[in-house]
Antibody, heavy 121, light 107 residues
């Protein structure tokens, strides 16, 4: 059974940093692009970051580029999101998601339960 | 960046109604579109892959279609369990972009 379990959320002051983790199981983690997607309270979904299978390629929207860093440890089947210079608008539930393997059309087929990040003084 | 314009933002329909939600892409995305269902407090669930393909376990009353740059999610006969938010996502190119979401309520 595929499982994605996020951790590391919480309350943080503006300008500070936080690192999220996502523990994956039930599939060959190293075969998949992985992503973070967030959802501000009562708002829609926003893609935050993607990382390639080896970690050599990363992608971000302008809203987080230069502040957030996605990384992975294939040996530990783990995905990370380092968030620096946090702003109040980063307040959201952050989801870890399996993006795809590049061979099948089943992108974003599994999601974690989400972890809440609140940026407030 | 590719903009996904989703409509309506909210709607109310009766049980048994046919319901259609639409996303319009600002650039060509081919069929690289996913529809998600999200219930309160839950993670998104993929419903339709590659614009028209039903995901595993999704009831056959759900369908996806494409007409040019317009992509539609249709529920042929609304059931109470379909009350949820629906989102489209284009994955043709980065940055990946979601539609703004549709809140579907039951009258």
């Amino acid at each position: 059974e595929v499982q994605l379990v996020e951790s590391g959320g919480g309350l943080v002051q503006p300008g500070r940093s936080l690192k999220l983790s996502c523990a994956a199981s039930g599939f060959t983690f190293s075969n998949y692009y992985m992503a973070w997607v967030r959802q501000a309270p009562k708002k829609g979904l926003e893609w935050v970051a993607t990382i390639s299978t080896s970690g050599s390629r990363t992608y971000y929207p302008d809203s987080v580029k230069g502040r957030f860093t996605i990384s992975r440890d294939n040996a530990k089947s783990s995905l990370y999101l380092q968030m620096n210079s946090l702003k109040s608008e980063d307040t959201a539930t952050y989801y870890c998601a399996r993006e795809g393997d590049g061979y099948n059309p089943y992108y974003f087929d599994y999601w974690g339960q989400g972890v809440m990040v609140t940026v407030s003084s | 960046d590719i903009q996904m314009t989703q409509s309506p933002s909210s709607m109310s329909a009766s049980l048994g109604d046919r319901v259609t939600i639409t996303c319009q892409a600002s650039q060509d995305i081919g069929n690289n579109l996913i529809w998600f269902q999200q219930k309160p407090g839950k993670s998104p669930r993929p419903m339709i892959y590659y614009a028209t393909n039903l995901a595993n376990g999704v009831p056959s009353r759900f369908s996806g279609s494409r007409s040019g740059s317009d992509y539609s999610l249709t529920i042929s006969s609304l059931e109470s369990e379909d009350m949820a938010d629906y989102h489209c996502l284009q994955y043709k190119q980065y940055p990946l972009t979601f539609g703004s979401g549709t809140k579907l309520e039951i009258k």
